[in-house]
């Protein structure tokens, strides 16, 4: 079993910064992919980064330039530094982490969700 723990959500002001957090824990041999999605009311979840083990990231295009998903492998935990924050950032971000656990099965598994409101 896997858990996946984040923290770091709130209520911002537009132009500010926030930092998520996704601790993994758990029966985890390795992490392989690590990333953040989001889901605004009313439409559907979309990735906003993507880490792999080996530092390669992919952003959505409307977040570049401003959010950074940066990784700690010893921690099995990854980040989200939101800078230049909009009001349409606004969502529940989920983290999503995919590896292989302890008795050698693939595992992908998703965070329960933090809120980030982006609002003056």
């Known amino acids: 079993q896997v858990q996946l723990v984040e923290s770091g959500g709130g209520l911002v002001q537009p132009g500010g910064s926030l930092r998520l957090s996704c601790a993994a824990s758990g029966s985890i041999r390795s992490i392989n992919d690590m990333g953040w999605y989001r889901q605004a009311p009313g439409k559907q979840r979309e990735l906003v980064a993507l880490?792999?083990?080996?530092?390669?990231?992919n952003y959505a295009d409307s977040v570049k330039g401003r959010f950074t998903i940066s990784r700690d492998n010893a921690k099995n935990t990854v980040y989200l530094q939101m800078n230049s924050t909009k009001p349409e950032d606004t969502a529940v971000y989920y983290c999503?982490?995919?590896?292989?656990?302890?008795?050698?099965?693939?595992?992908?598994?998703w965070g329960q969700g933090t809120q980030v409101t982006v609002s003056s």
């Open positions: 880490i792999s083990s080996g530092g390669t990231t």
């Open positions: 999503r982490a995919e590896g292989v656990t302890s008795w050698s099965r693939g595992f992908a598994y």
